[in-house]
């Protein structure tokens, strides 16, 4: 009786551990994000790939643009979902930041971010479903507003990652 009990018990917390389990799951999205310097704007076309991994407690993150196609721009977010936050690190830029996240726990709707890096602070809050990405940014060096950066992407299937980003490469028609 004590052993089929045991064993009884064991199968049901495997059972809900399997259940509760969030499996990892990977977004696309395009689109246009625009750079406001002074009186100046400059428009870039990006593709972005982000990886939400629960096994792993982060978030992984791979972008290009138009800029540089074949530059790939990737951080990846160490997650706390109990606390809502994360930190991570930008290679390129030697820089490190930190987080807040809105909303059910691998489905957050906001991410609100601070990259630091000497005096040159980016802030910046991003609206997030499964099909668009909202973002706005600020750029401040030493208190001073050097920038802003609006961003408005469209969610599209994976499996077209890698031909979104050999378009990126191509010149726009018009």
């Not at 052993?3 to 509760?20: C, K, P, Q, R, W």
């Not at 600020?138 to 378009?167: I, P, S």
Request: glycine share 6%; hydrophobic share 35%; net charge positive.
């Amino acid at each position: 009786m004590r052993t089929t009990l045991g064993l009884s018990m064991l199968a049901i917390f495997l059972v809900s551990a399997a259940a509760s389990a969030e499996p990892a799951r990977t977004v696309c999205y395009e689109g246009d994000q625009v750079a406001h310097i002074g009186k100046m704007d400059q428009k870039t076309h990006a593709v972005l790939e982000r990886v939400y991994d629960p096994a792993k407690n982060e978030i992984r993150q791979r972008t290009w643009s138009e800029k540089n196609p074949t530059k790939e721009a990737a951080m990846t977010g160490h997650v706390d979902p109990k606390a809502g936050s994360f930190e991570f690190e930008d290679p390129d830029l030697g820089a490190k930041g930190t987080g807040t996240l809105e909303g059910k726990p691998w489905h957050w709707t906001t991410f609100t971010m601070k990259l630091t890096k000497g005096d040159l602070v980016v802030a910046s809050t991003s609206k997030v479903t499964d099909t668009k990405v909202h973002q706005e940014a600020t750029m401040t060096n030493k208190g001073q507003q050097l920038a802003t950066v609006t961003g408005d992407l469209t969610a599209f299937d994976c499996k077209q990652l890698e031909a979104r980003k050999t378009a990126l490469a191509k010149p726009a028609t018009k």
